[in-house]
């Protein structure tokens, strides 16, 4: 459930990493109802800023702030990996999605819009990584919170799927949700942008 006082605030935020600076002095505000585009060469620091965002790298100098207690519990975070359970089947993994995030929704359409209409009964471990990836995706189509934090969410998907997730993402935003997504792909106006090159990070009009 997306949420007005969602606000996430960097202060002279900065990580090194083997004795390079990925980024630093990093200050910004983001707040609900906006969307966050990340942007860099492979090795920039996209990945990591977003892993320190929601908690999961702790090595940092600078501040991070979420102004709102509960935020982990309205955070959808999608990284690198899918994060699939390889013994469930498609449909399987999502009903378990819901359960453990307390959500309710209709698993068979959220598939149906990334693509896997079919493959709901074909076990993860036999998928191929892009349809893995669906299947992760899959989630933001069921799971109503005030934080996606996603990485790379448009890899391995055709441009229908472009579309969609485009749609998804903007709806996401109107409806009062913070979206912060790393990718060179920008979902339509409005966009916010922050790119990260050879250890500096740059707040974008």
């Given at each position: ?7 996430l ?19 910004l ?29 702790g ?74 990836r ?72």
């Amino acid at each position: 459930m997306s949420d007005s006082s969602i606000r996430l605030e960097l202060v002279q935020l900065g990580c090194e990493r083997d004795d390079r600076m990925l980024f630093s002095g990093l200050s910004l505000t983001a707040r609900a109802g906006e969307i966050w585009q990340i942007t860099g060469a492979n090795g920039a620091g996209k990945t990591t800023l977003l892993r320190i965002l929601v908690g999961l790298h702790g090595f940092f100098e600078g501040e991070r702030r979420w102004w709102q207690p509960q935020w982990q519990q309205d955070l959808l975070y999608l990284g690198h990996q899918p994060g699939v359970r390889e013994e469930l089947n498609p449909l399987e993994n999502l009903r378990y999605a819901c359960a453990l995030n307390h959500q309710v929704g209709d698993p068979m359409a959220a598939l149906a819009a990334v693509g896997l209409r079919g493959f709901e009964d074909v076990p993860a471990a036999h998928l191929s990584a892009g349809q893995k990836r669906r299947v992760a995706l899959a989630r933001l189509w069921l799971e109503r919170k005030a934080v996606w934090v996603l990485d790379e969410p448009y890899t391995a998907i055709d441009q229908d799927g472009v579309a969609q997730l485009d749609a998804q993402m903007q709806q996401a935003a109107e409806a009062g949700s913070l979206v912060i997504y790393t990718s060179h792909h920008r979902v339509g106006d409005g966009v916010q942008r922050l790119h990260l090159e050879n250890g500096r990070a740059e707040v974008l009009s």
